[in-house]
């Protein structure tokens, strides 16, 4: 059991020798009144010991049977012991049976118990004996015989006190290296905004003084061409035009940079409805889950499956080659990706094949500065989705190619930036998470409290000791057991 040497004062029992780990006092839905908190497991988040959800018996009525609680006692998850979900109960209540309440007190401090239940010596112990294989538990022969490290009572409550303090300061510094993911998220967004609204390159439209876009030209000629024909409806020859109700929808920009529909702009590419039975090549099956949330590439070493040139013709596939757009348009509509590796869609994707007029990287960031307009567009009954013309009909910005290439320069440098601060926020986090159990690993070696029993050395010996201690625990638990009755046998 031994991860560490622990002070003399202190004793290596079982858990068996300071409670009766698996005895529990059972109860029925009658038995309770309707305020009584009922807990389930997925109520506990894991590591942590926060109670994530909060239901009595009336919201959470019960059909079997439940173990009941008081408050104060230790809230055990005996299934799948990993995950490390322990708490201690705030209010008296009734809990799943795969939750084992233990009560140790007076003799040990409930604190105490508690955070030996977090440690990684008793973690390690549980792992290596629970049973079951899609479903491991702790049972009670092993709860009873798991390590339990017994230290003088006022030194368990100096130690309770001090993990209360520490690990208290490392969950405040875990919530706020939490929060960071959401508020980059949040800049990233901010920064795709700036970009397609103009703010981004207002200095450098000042130094360069570029020229308007003729957009009516550009789109006429597409339609034109044939390019673009088809992509507002069959009978539709030019863009429809923007509405009243679509402004304030997608991110408004300069007054020097006229809106232009995709469709109007791109030939689009609508995959085929058949879905491939075989997978067996090289060119790369897209789905949305490939899509990264905040980067506009795409890791092809992720990717399973892909077609062959014979499955892609047996299938009517669509090859989208390198250097266009991409983008999601069902479930979470408005996810852009610039392709490097020729690729094959699928319906949950749109393809927009780029040219002179825009870079690729460009139309990307202008797709996903602009999901709420998107998630307006889309139909919903059990899913989002956006069909062909709504995937289309996106107006954006049309700058000069020079200037798109300074906005496409820009933004990756902030992103590059918020990726740096968040490779950082990981690796904090991961030491945040670590020193969790490196702070219980020094209190159980007793490095805690080292001063204090230099300090108090008449509370730690003698009738106060850990052996006297242990001694009057199971002194008490023998008395408490009943006394069997002699049989007397009847004379002849």
């Known amino acids: 059991m031994r991860q560490y040497r622990i002070p003399n004062s202190w004793k290596e029992v079982k858990l068996g020798d300071i409670t009766d780990y698996g005895r529990t006092q059972k109860c029925e839905l009658s038995d309770v009144p309707p305020d009584t908190w009922v807990l389930e497991l997925e109520d506990i988040e894991k590591d942590s010991s926060r109670i994530l959800k909060r239901l009595d018996s009336t919201e959470r009525p019960f059909k079997s049977t439940k173990n009941k609680f008081s408050v104060g006692d230790v809230l055990y998850g005996k299934l799948r012991p990993y995950l490390n979900k322990v708490v201690i109960a705030n209010n008296s209540g009734v809990c799943s049976t795969e939750i084992i309440p233990l009560n140790v007190e007076p003799h040990i401090d409930n604190r105490f118990l508690f955070y030996w239940l977090k440690s990684k010596t008793f973690l390690d112990f549980v792992n290596s004996v629970s049973y079951g294989v899609n479903m491991p538990r702790l049972g009670t022969k092993d709860g009873l015989r798991a390590p339990f490290i017994l230290a003088p009572l006022a030194e368990q409550k100096v130690i309770a006190h001090k993990l209360d303090t520490l690990l208290a300061q490392v969950e405040t510094i875990k919530a706020r290296l939490e929060r960071i993911p959401e508020i980059l998220k949040t800049f990233r967004q901010s920064v795709l905004a700036a970009a397609v609204s103009g703010k981004l390159t207002v200095e450098w439209r000042e130094k360069f003084k570029p020229e308007m876009v003729d957009i009516a030209s550009i789109s006429k000629e597409q339609f034109s061409t044939g390019l673009t024909m088809g992509n507002f409806g069959k009978k539709m020859d030019k863009s429809p035009d923007i509405s009243g109700d679509e402004n304030g929808k997608f991110v408004s920009h300069i007054a020097g940079w006229l809106p232009i529909r995709i469709g109007a702009l791109c030939e689009c590419v609508v995959p085929n409805r058949d879905k491939p039975k075989s997978f067996s090549g090289g060119y790369h099956w897209l789905l949305t889950p490939n899509f990264d949330e905040q980067s506009i590439w795409i890791d092809y070493k992720e990717i399973e499956s892909g077609l062959s040139e014979e499955e892609v013709i047996t299938y009517r596939a669509k ?159 023998e008395a408490l057991k009943p006394v069997k009755k002699s049989s007397v046998r009847k004379k002849s």
């Open 319 to 477: 090859i989208i080659k390198p250097g266009n757009v991409i983008m999601t348009c069902v479930g979470r509509v408005g996810l852009s990706a610039v392709l490097e590796e020729s690729s094959v869609i699928n319906q949950q994707l749109h393809a927009f094949k780029v040219n002179s007029h825009i870079k690729a990287e460009y139309l990307a960031y202008c797709v996903r500065a602009n999901v709420e307009y998107y998630e307006s567009k889309a139909t919903s009954t059990t899913v989002k989705y956006l069909n062909k013309t709504a995937c289309n009909s996106l107006p954006i910005p049309l700058p000069t190619i020079e200037e798109q290439d300074e906005i496409v320069r820009r933004v990756e440098e902030l992103f590059a930036f918020a990726d740096s601060i968040e490779q950082k926020t990981n690796a904090s986090l991961e030491r945040a998470n670590k020193l969790t159990q490196s702070i219980l690993a020094k209190a159980f070696r007793g490095e805690l409290t080292s001063d204090w029993r230099a300090a108090n050395p008449e509370l730690i010996s003698g009738e106060n000791s850990a052996e006297a201690l242990l001694a009057k625990i199971k002194a008490e638990r």
